[in-house]
């Protein structure tokens, strides 16, 4: 029969799994102007006089923003912001304010997609990871192996 700590152990590794597999990886990957659905998560790349135009709006430097699209019509697209990105690398968090983003400041539209392949590495890389650790605490003569150094079970 195993040990407490042995199945603590593999409760707390399988809800680690399952974690991973729930998150999952995502990537962003180009789409075309009309191609970004209501609902769907994408991130938009300013141009540099877009940068500009929206400082007002977006905060100054602002070089990318994240968020979902409301809106896909006409010159502009609305988008609840989730986030932004400036310049010099600093990650702003948004509450969702909608803002438009007109396309001609567009450089390039990008839309978050599952990635399979990711979400299957980073699984395989846990995995390994909690096997290594189980081994490490619980394998011959680890710190929870049940018997003290040397086989002697010790006094009775």
Avoid at 42 to 49: E, G, I, K, M
Avoid at 60 to 79: C, F
Avoid at 105 to 116: A, D, K, T
């Amino acid at each position: 029969m195993p040990s407490l700590p042995f199945v603590t152990f593999m409760i707390r590794g399988a809800a680690l799994l399952l974690l991973a597999v729930m998150a999952g990886c995502y990537s962003y990957r180009p789409v075309s102007a009309h191609d970004s659905r209501l609902g769907r998560r994408v991130r938009v790349t300013l141009t540099d006089a877009g940068s500009a135009d929206l400082a007002a709006h977006l905060g100054p430097s602002t070089m990318m923003v994240s968020g979902l699209v409301v809106e896909n019509a006409g010159e502009a697209y609305l988008i609840s912001v989730l986030g932004t990105r400036t310049r010099s690398g600093r990650e702003i968090d948004w509450a969702g304010e909608q803002v438009a983003i007109p396309r001609p400041l567009v450089s390039e539209l990008e839309q978050r997609s599952f990635s399979r392949t990711r979400t299957v590495v980073a699984t395989i890389g846990l995995a390994a990871a909690a096997a290594v650790v189980r081994q490490i605490f619980w394998g011959p003569g680890g710190t929870f192996s049940g018997a003290p150094p040397g086989g002697n079970p010790g006094p009775r």
